[in-house]
């Protein structure tokens, strides 16, 4: 609360009172994964605030990102007060494996061909089986996921076709 008082000549006075509202500016938090493995996303959450403005444009509380860096969000009330406060996170960005599938093409049915896969540590195939070689015995679309050591993973698929044997 604010007393303003004016004095007259004449000793009369008169009193002015007005409100002061003091507003605190907000204390604003980032939560989120501070890793990234390249070609993914992950989501970064703002809280503290009424209202954000993140240096990415963003205006919401989740921001969703791409690649490595610092990322920063300033949190406002809604009760007009100009002032925000700045909360900051850096991301690193980790190397994904770039996993490919190796084999022919097609086969002719009754025999079998084989599939390998290669760029990661280990695998996981679509077929269940974790070996980089698989053996397939129909024809299809196979897929498999490899990962490396810092925990990212990429996947990749392949399609072989199983052709019917020459009659003779």
Do not use: H
């Not at 490595?68 to 980790?94: H, M, Q, R, W």
């Not at 925990?151 to 009659?167: K, Y």
């Amino acid at each position: 609360m604010k007393l303003n008082v004016k004095t007259t000549p004449a000793s009369c006075s008169e009193s002015i009172v007005k409100q002061v509202y003091i507003y605190s500016t907000p204390q604003v938090y980032i939560t989120g994964d501070n890793q990234l493995c390249e070609g993914t996303t992950i989501t970064l959450l703002a809280s503290g605030a009424d209202r954000y403005r993140g240096n990415t444009g963003d205006t919401t509380a989740a921001i969703t990102i791409e690649r490595g860096g610092t990322y920063e969000v300033t949190g406002f009330y809604n009760k007009g007060c100009p002032f925000g406060n700045l909360a900051s996170i850096t991301v690193f960005e980790k190397p994904s494996p770039v996993v490919k599938i190796n084999g022919p093409k097609s086969f002719c049915s009754g025999l079998t061909a084989q599939l390998t896969a290669s760029g990661a540590e280990s695998y996981y195939w679509s077929t269940g089986e974790s070996t980089p070689t698989i053996t397939v015995f129909r024809g299809g679309n196979y897929s498999v996921s490899g990962s490396i050591g810092n925990g990212c993973t990429a996947s990749a698929s392949f399609s072989i076709q199983e052709t019917d044997l020459p009659l003779v």
